[in-house]
């Protein structure tokens, strides 16, 4: 089975800082791109971040400044860093990963982000 577990989430006032974890297990972490997107409910599901194979990130602007993905390949770990945090990104974050060779993608439970003003 292939397993996505999220956890670092909670409750942050504004202008504080969280870093989410996402590990992996029961593939090779090495064929896996990565993303992380967040929900609130009744709207649709946005990308947030992501980081390739190889270490190559792109933001959604919301969070462009503010937020850093990276992995650390070692630990099959992928990180969300998320500084300065705002009221309106609560939200559930989900780990998301993509087998570059198959297609095939895995989603995390989710973990809750709550930023109180």
């Known amino acids: 089975q292939v397993q996505l577990v999220e956890s670092g989430g909670g409750l942050v006032q504004a202008g504080g800082s969280l870093r989410l974890s996402c590990a992996v297990s029961?593939?090779?972490?090495?064929?896996?791109?990565m993303g992380w997107y967040r929900q609130v409910p009744g709207k649709q599901r946005e990308l947030v971040a992501r980081i390739t194979r190889g270490g190559t990130t792109n933001y959604a602007d919301s969070v462009k400044d503010r937020f850093t993905c990276s992995r650390d390949n070692a630990k099959k770990t992928v990180y969300l860093e998320m500084n300065n945090l705002k009221p309106e990104d609560t939200a559930v974050y989900y780990c998301?990963?993509?087998?570059?060779?198959?297609?095939?993608?895995?989603w995390g439970r989710g973990t809750l982000v709550t930023v109180s003003s």
């Open positions: 998301n990963a993509r087998n570059v060779f198959s297609g095939t993608g895995y």
């Open positions: 029961g593939t090779i972490f090495s064929t896996l791109d």
